[in-house]
């Protein structure tokens, strides 16, 4: 069975907070991608990376940065926390190809105050 | 850039009746896939059905099924026979042949009365 694991359903920071959020996929995908889904908006890529140690910019990569040093561990990191930045994030991981299904972690639903 | 666009950001459903959520699409590609992805109140969002551009064949799986068109780039869900379990967020995704992201839609949010 297909696994997508993030470290918290739910998390709570206060501005200016340096906050990891872990994403970590079980099926050996070479490409894992973090997005904010917020309402009337849909899913919105903010960092993605195509294997280890490689990172591209997705929509929103403003106020994040992203480390991937293990094939499985996608991370991402709100340098400075600030209240803009209040959303769910879905972590996601595909095998290489355009056909390929991408799986979802269950979200992390992160409050800033 | 490639665009997907759901039109419909709620719609709803008698249990045991049919449904169709509409999808357009915006590309000049040729080779591309499109997909449905569901997600049920707090839980994962998974696959639900996957349609190849090449293939003339609508997808179908079990209840779900599209009407692909591709000169019209249309791509719309109908869920027949509608259960309690199908309500969810649907999101519109397409891929195009040599990318590994996906382009979303705004989602359509699904309620099916009892």
């Known amino acids: 069975d297909v696994k997508v694991t993030q470290s918290s359903r739910y998390l709570v920071k206060r501005t200016g907070e340096k906050v990891f959020l872990e994403c970590v996929q079980d099926?050996?995908?070479?490409?894992m991608f973090w997005y904010r889904q917020d309402p009337g908006l849909g899913l919105r890529l903010i960092y993605f990376s195509y294997d280890v140690k490689m990172k591209e910019k997705g929509d929103i990569p403003e106020g994040y940065s992203v480390s991937r040093e293990k094939k499985e561990r996608f991370s991402l990191i709100l340098e400075s926390a600030s209240t803009n930045q209040t959303s769910m994030y879905l972590c996601?991981?595909?095998?290489?190809?355009?056909?390929?299904?991408?799986?979802f972690g269950p979200g992390t639903r992160l409050l800033v105050l | 850039a490639q665009t997907v666009t759901q039109s419909q950001p709620e719609m709803s459903v008698q249990e045991a009746e049919t449904v169709t959520l509409s999808c357009t699409y915006d590309t000049s590609e040729s080779d591309y896939y499109l997909f449905w992805y569901k997600q049920p109140p707090s839980r994962q969002m998974i696959l639900v059905i996957r349609?190849?551009?090449?293939?003339?064949q609508n997808a179908t799986e079990n209840r779900f099924s599209v009407n692909f068109q591709k000169a019209a780039k249309s791509f719309s869900l109908k869920i027949s026979d509608s259960q309690l379990g199908d309500a969810a967020m649907y999101f519109c995704a397409f891929s195009r042949g040599g990318s590994e992201k996906l382009v979303f839609g705004k989602g359509t949010k699904l309620t099916v009365n009892p």
């Open positions: 996601a991981s595909r095998k290489r190809g355009g056909r390929e299904t991408q799986y």
């Open positions: 349609q190849e551009a090449y293939k003339q």
């Open positions: 099926m050996d995908h070479e490409n």
